[in-house]
């Protein structure tokens, strides 16, 4: 990559960082909001809403798969970016988050399997805590400004990429239910419509647009959860790479992502947070905060994350494979790492997956969600206050 493309690169990043770090305070208030709602004279409205059935689905229904979808397009339009002409552009790039987000992911893992094995419908949860959740870990590491270096945010952004490109991985493996060959077939010639129109150069958006419709219909009905439609449309997007010109304004990808990406950010996720984030603390006793799933979430976002990810950076340097990022010492990278922790969004969804209907279980994945995220929230914000910051090369 040419130094003006990679500055060109670094110029949208910082505009992308900071629009996250403020959709990570909106869905903190948001999260906040449920929890007051949840835990108010209004709970029963609330709870009786998200049931209410609005068409074949009901409301909560709608905003988890058909909202999402939207969310998994931008998730899907970040990845190909990045891998196409961003931070993870080349293998060198891709070696120090790519690593760290795959320690972060199984090391999670570990831990939750440790508190619950020997239950085999409870293990079908192994893969929440697994988890980042890139706005809300953004916004904590903004509020901590200039204590944490550039490299160590474009670290995190990163890491955080490579991470969602996992859960969609495990989304699609895991969490698929019975699958039906007609939809399937269906949606499989839905897509080779959307390379074709790829291959012959089609720009508009709009022929994208509505082949991916039809593409969630049929990615519904097929047993696959219907939000991989998003990914599935993205990464059929033309992106224009040229020389000088790092995500080029004329480019579809480019258009789309800018586009969806404030309405996501400031819209779709708060929704998404605001409907599952509510937890009534009334009935939470020993039974429920020691719950194997609760114990399990919790100690995997906030126990495993740290080791998994700090881990493995602190292994790739001192074998020299990799180094570290710059101007960054390792009391911040550790810093970083806790924040790694903070799985709100996805941690959430992939919990609604691993246990379907049963209310209970959700409830412990909530309980284990939120109190694993708000350690990791504050443990990482005063680490990142209380290391020392590396003099800056110039």
Known sequence: MTNKRRLGALSVLREFLAQEAAGGYVLMAVAILAMCVANSPLSDLYFTAMKAKLGPLSVLHWINDGLMAIFFLLVGLEIK????????????????????????????????????????ALLRGWAIPAATDIAFSLGVLALVGSRAPVSLKIFLTALAIIDDLGAIV??????????????????GALIAVLIMFNRLGVKALWPYLLAGCGLWVL??????????????????????????????????????????????????????????????????????????????????????????????????????????PRDANWGQIYGVALLCGIGFTMSLFIGLLAF?????????????????????????????????????KR
Do not use: C
């Open 81 to 120: 970016r990045e891998f196409a002409d961003g931070q993870l552009s080349t293998w060198p790039d891709r070696i120090l988050p790519g690593v760290a987000a795959a320690g972060g992911m199984a090391a999670p893992a570990l831990f939750y399997v440790m508190f619950n094995t020997g239950d085999a």
């Open 170 to 187: 495990v989304i699609a493996i895991f969490y698929t239910s019975s699958l039906s060959v007609p939809a399937l077939a269906g949606a």
């Open 219 to 324: 990615v519904h009905e097929s047993g696959v959860h219907a939000t991989l439609a998003g990914v599935l449309l993205a990464l059929t997007i033309p992106i224009e790479v040229s020389p000088g010109k790092p995500d080029d304004a004329h480019s579809p990808l480019h258009q789309l992502e800018h586009t969806i990406s404030p309405w996501v950010a400031f819209l779709i996720v708060p929704v998404f947070g605001f409907a599952n984030a509510g937890v009534a603390l009334g009935g939470i006793g020993l039974t429920q905060v020691f719950h194997p799933v609760t114990l399990g979430v919790a100690a995997g976002l906030f126990l495993g994350k740290q080791i998994g990810v700090f881990g493995s950076v602190w292994l790739l340097v001192k074998t020299g494979l990799a180094q570290r």
């Open 356 to 392: 379907p209907g049963r209310d209970d279980l959700e409830h412990f994945v909530k309980i284990g969600v939120m109190g694993g995220s708000v350690l990791s929230a504050i443990a990482g914000a005063l680490v990142l206050m209380w290391a020392p910051p590396m003099k800056q």
